[in-house]
């Protein structure tokens, strides 16, 4: 559990244990078993959309084959049932357990892919699934009827207690989320969701955090699936495996609002009587002498289409930003004093970065030929060149998102090829991009946590060093806004504050400067210049000559993926063939 | 707590739009029908309420339940939809809101019947189902009637027969069978007892096996491998509308409809009226379906009545089903003379007749056994005869003689 978030954790708990008894309360006094059964299936449907939202909506990894689980859940404890007798109270945790079995095994191959691919890949587990237990004979598989002792088969002849136990199953999902919601995990997923590559550059494992949040919405996911067999007291692998259970927590969770506690539970509060209670009375609906059969299946696709045309980022988060300004920040607390440094360090001009011979070619080009440079502890090493020189190419071989062809790369003598993204971040290099990847819902403070979470540091570390590194860029005022409103320049330190989190012992800066006016620019390099004075080792990529020549202690210049000079600043700008690499032979023939 | 006080709890809107059906005044009886009324089975349905509403129309033109002082039939129509969950969350809102229903009829496809009458069964309604699925009556149910012969003894029934009429037609034994159908469990439990000792026992050998997954989209290939395997005759147990013009279609371009290889369907789509319309009449001409019951020579007046009423092209299974069940609900109601769910359930669990609503089918007896089967149902086989299906079997019944079309 996160410190910062004790509040808003004891706020969701309140709400949520008091949602449910004002339901439960309601549910009570409804004698009509059919707007009983409505009332059952809300929590259900509300807690499989949870689930997904677990994956989808904080993970970002959009599914379209939520059904595998469900399904698993039903089918589970359904042929436990019938095959070996075993009461639902032990075949839903049991089809939970193979549910979660299941997610290591449809994700290990499915995280591979990304984004569409991703979402479309799954889409086809459910499908396969249901072929086969129509191909064993299982197409219709009806839960036997227990006449004797029907509780402990989860069969209430009274379909309140039903609502009792959907309730408290979404209730424990809505808890789960909560706990996600206020740790590290889920501010790992929303950094996954926001940017996977930014996300490993600031030092998060994303494959583990992408399959721990597949098993445990698979596993809730299961337990709605196999309830909802209870209830239905038929499973077909339509009911459960099929698309449109797939679309069912898409539309719930879009409808009520995507990566949020409440979006979900919204969708489902709504959507679920709607469609039902279209399906009771738009039977009965005469005009003309006609009655349409099927109408519902209109309707209900009417509304929901309205309704996200006029929220499109789904109820809750319309609502919230009408009617919920948030509130007035407490302020940051004071700087702690910095940690002591590691004694492993190198000493301050020693060098710290040594990179050797380093080569990358695409095919038949050689982005990056044979380079070599040395950053040394506390200076400030410019790497310029035109576009295209290779300048980003070299910094992804040195963060591990390429991989090097030839050549060394050491941080203080230890290699940093051949690493994971997270992996070279864990050893001490922090990483920015050239267009800024923030999580524009999250305020500015929680952006900069997840640099420290990357780096592997605890709770209160992690507090503490986010909280320090927004002072080091002088943000400290703004640490509660969200960063969706934050200026060009503040997204900028930012990054930088994210990336200083999680205690580099080198930064390397992409295009830092890039987009900014000049006095914005200058205020920047002013930050910069206060982290080298602190100590800090940084090695930053730039266009603009001018800039770079007020900072940096000395210059790399690349150019066709080669070294092309190498030294004091003022000794590079006067080289020729830096000048000719710039500006061309013309301007040099008639300056010269 | 009254039934209005009920839904006004929830404040309901759409209460009005129910008050239709639930002003019951005076003495009425209660039953329901829950077929499918949207949906691909949608027209099976309908088929089932015309005859419905015209059963429950001469049973109060007749005077009504004359043991409870001429008491009318009140139908109310519930609407099954095309999917399990369906059935039965209608199931669930016709028990809720009808709490006095003396007992009712559906759901036409198996797997909606088999989800409905969960319900149903654990609220003690009466329910009788034309679904065939074996499934439904092996649950250990009490209250839930099936009327049709239950697949697994179609299966059985149907190879004997069928060997039988070839045998009469052309002298010799059919030797090779094929089979085309879809993985419905309904196909899969039809064809069962024959995959395990049925073919062996008619000393026919299978030299075709195509299960495909309905809808079908091209019946090419599938027919193409027919050709070539020869069979003395094909089991056609698409379960489809859609399907079975598909095939027929198929069968017919490439020389082998009904006239040239002896086609043999089951179950009631292969006769609703629209087939004709889909497809060329003789794409059809010669085709045997087996099913659980069509009216034979004995219902001529019964049958003109309804495609007089209805100006379908004629009564068929799905109708006289219906037809049955209302007066079969009646008879049980008549007998007991009570609405009591409870006590129309145990007339029907009793009852052992030869006459009256017995006489719906062709073997002419009404009676259920323990697990809610009708005694002595049996299979009835229906032929495209000039482009009408007619009653060809069992002979007793059968307004025409079964015609077997010669092999080339």
């Known amino acids: 559990m996160r410190k910062g978030t004790a509040e808003k954790f004891r706020r969701d708990l309140t709400i949520l244990l008091g949602l449910s008894i004002v339901y439960l309360g309601f549910a009570w006094f409804v004698t009509n078993s059919y707007y009983q059964l409505i009332l059952t299936l809300v929590p259900i449907w509300a807690a499989f959309s949870v689930s997904w939202n677990i994956l989808s909506g904080y993970a970002g990894q959009l599914s379209f084959g939520h059904a595998s689980f469900f399904g698993i ?52 587990y459910p499908l396969a699934i249901l072929y086969f237990l129509q191909y064993f004979g299982l197409a219709e598989v009806t839960l036997p009827m227990h006449r004797e002792n029907p509780a402990a088969y989860l069969e209430f002849t009274d379909p309140r207690y039903n609502t009792l136990v959907a309730v408290g199953l979404l209730a424990i999902a809505v808890f789960v989320c909560i706990l996600i919601e206020n740790s590290r995990f889920g501010l790992a997923l929303l950094a996954i969701r926001q940017n996977e590559l930014a996300a490993e550059a600031a030092g998060i494992d994303s494959k583990t955090w992408k399959m721990r949040a ?139 970065m040594v990179v050797d011979g380093l080569s990358k070619s695409f095919g038949g080009l050689r982005a990056v030929n044979n380079v070599g440079f040395t950053i040394a502890k506390g200076e400030i090493l410019g790497i310029i060149g035109p576009n295209g020189a290779g ?50 819902r999250l305020p500015l403070i929680d952006n900069v946590i997840v640099g420290a979470y990357g780096a592997g540091l605890t709770d209160q570390e992690a507090e503490d060093e986010a909280v320090r590194a927004l002072h080091r860029v002088g943000l400290a005022d703004q640490a509660s806004l969200a960063a969706g409103q934050l200026t060009n320049k503040q997204l900028r330190l930012m990054e930088l504050a994210r990336a200083l989190a999680g205690r580099p012992r080198v930064l390397l800066l992409d295009e830092t400067l890039a987009g900014l006016g000049r006095e914005e620019c200058d205020d920047v390099l002013d930050v910069l210049n206060r982290l080298r004075d602190e100590g800090m080792t940084i090695g930053i990529i730039e266009h603009t000559m001018h800039a770079m020549l007020r900072i940096a ?40 | 707590m009254s039934r209005i006080g009920r839904r006004s709890a929830l404040g309901m809107a759409g209460a009005a739009a129910l008050a239709g059906k639930t002003g019951a005044q005076g003495a009425e009886v209660k039953i329901a029908m829950l077929v499918p009324l949207s949906g691909v089975n949608a027209r099976n349905g309908q088929l089932e309420q015309m005859a419905a509403r015209m059963a429950v129309e001469e049973v109060n033109a007749a005077g009504g339940i004359k043991s409870m002082g001429g008491a009318k039939l009140k139908l109310l129509e519930f609407d099954a939809g095309d999917s399990p969950e369906k059935a039965k969350d209608a199931a669930q809102r016709m028990i809720a809101s009808e709490p006095d229903l003396a007992g009712g009829f559906g759901c036409w496809h198996s797997g909606l019947t088999l ?7 654990r609220a003690e309604l009466p329910w009788l189902t034309l679904s065939y699925s074996d499934l439904i009556t092996n649950r250990g149910f009490k209250n839930v009637f099936q009327s049709s012969p239950p697949a697994d003894q179609q299966a059985k029934e149907v190879l004997p027969i069928i060997m039988e009429l070839a045998t009469k037609a052309t002298g010799k034994k059919p030797a090779k069978a094929a089979i085309v159908g879809d993985n419905n469990p309904a196909v899969a439990s039809f064809l069962k007892p024959m995959r395990d000792y049925g073919f062996k026992d008619a000393g026919l050998t299978l030299v075709a096996d195509e299960i495909f997954t309905a809808p079908l989209a091209d019946a090419t290939t599938i027919v193409q491998k027919l050709r070539s395997a020869k069979p003395d005759f094909l089991l056609a ?53 087996s099913l659980a019951n069509w009216p034979g020579k004995a219902h001529a007046a019964l049958e003109k009545r309804f495609t007089d009423r209805t100006k379908e092209p004629w009564f068929g299974h799905d109708s006289i089903f219906a037809y049955a069940h209302v007066m079969i609900l009646k008879e049980a109601i008549e007998r007991g003379a009570s609405a009591d769910r409870r006590k129309v359930a145990a007339t029907l669990r009793s009852i052992d007749i030869t006459d009256g609503p017995a006489l719906l089918f062709p073997d002419g007896r009404l009676a259920y056994d323990e697990k809610g089967r009708r005694k002595g149902a049996k299979i009835s086989i229906v032929q495209y005869q000039n482009g009408k299906p007619v009653l060809v079997y069992p002979e007793a019944a059968a307004s025409a003689k079964p015609v077997w079309p010669k092999t080339a």
């Open chain 1, 214 to 352: 597949l098993v445990v919405s698979g596993m809730i996911a299961a337990a709605a699936g196999g309830f909802y067999a209870c209830v239905q007291l038929v499973v077909t692998p339509d009911s459960t495996f099929g698309m449109l259970v797939s679309a069912q927590p898409v539309v719930m969770t879009l409808f009520g609002g995507v990566a949020s506690l409440w979006g979900p539970v919204i969708g489902a509060a709504f959507l679920v009587p709607l469609s039902k209670f279209l399906d009771a009375f738009a039977s009965d609906i005469t005009l003309w002498g006609m009655q349409f059969h099927g109408i519902q299946g209109v309707v209900y696709g009417g509304v929901v289409i309205a309704i996200i045309l006029s929220a499109p980022d789904g109820v809750f988060w319309t609502v919230r930003d009408r009617f919920f300004k948030p509130k007035a920040a407490a302020p940051l607390p004071p700087m702690k004093p910095a940690p002591i440094v590691a004694a492993s360090d190198v000493a301050p001009g020693a060098p710290l």
């Open chain 1, 391 to 440: 300048k980003t190419t070299l910094f992804n071989l040195l963060n591990g998102v390429l991989p090097a062809d030839e050549g060394t790369a050491t941080l203080a003598g230890q290699t940093m090829l051949g690493k994971k993204v997270h992996e070279v971040c864990r050893m001490g290099v922090g990483r920015t991009f050239q267009v800024v990847r923030s999580f524009p």
């Open chain 1, 73 to 124: 859940g039903g089918y589970t404890m359904t042929l436990a049932l019938v095959w070996w007798d075993i009461t639902p109270w032990l075949g839903i945790p049991l089809g939970m357990i193979v549910a979660g079995a299941a997610a290591v095994v449809i994700g290990v191959p499915t995280f591979r892919l990304r984004g569409h691919y991703f979402a479309l890949s799954m889409l086809a």
């Open chain 2, 237 to 289: 147990l698409s379960t489809n509308v859609g399907d079975d013009k598909l095939l027929v279609e198929k069968l017919a371009e490439f020389g082998l409809s009904g006239k040239k290889l002896p086609v043999i369907g089951n179950g009631g789509h292969w006769l609703v009226p629209e087939i004709v319309k889909l497809t060329a009449p003789e794409n059809l001409e010669g085709l045997l379906i």
């Open chain 2, 115 to 121: 989800a409905a009458t969960e319900v149903t069964e």
């Open chain 1, 553 to 592: 202690d000395r210059f790399v210049v690349l150019n066709y993926g080669a070294v092309l000079a190498e030294g004091p600043p003022r000794e590079v700008v006067e080289n020729r063939t830096v000048i000719e690499a710039y500006l061309g032979k013309k301007w040099l023939a008639k300056h010269a």
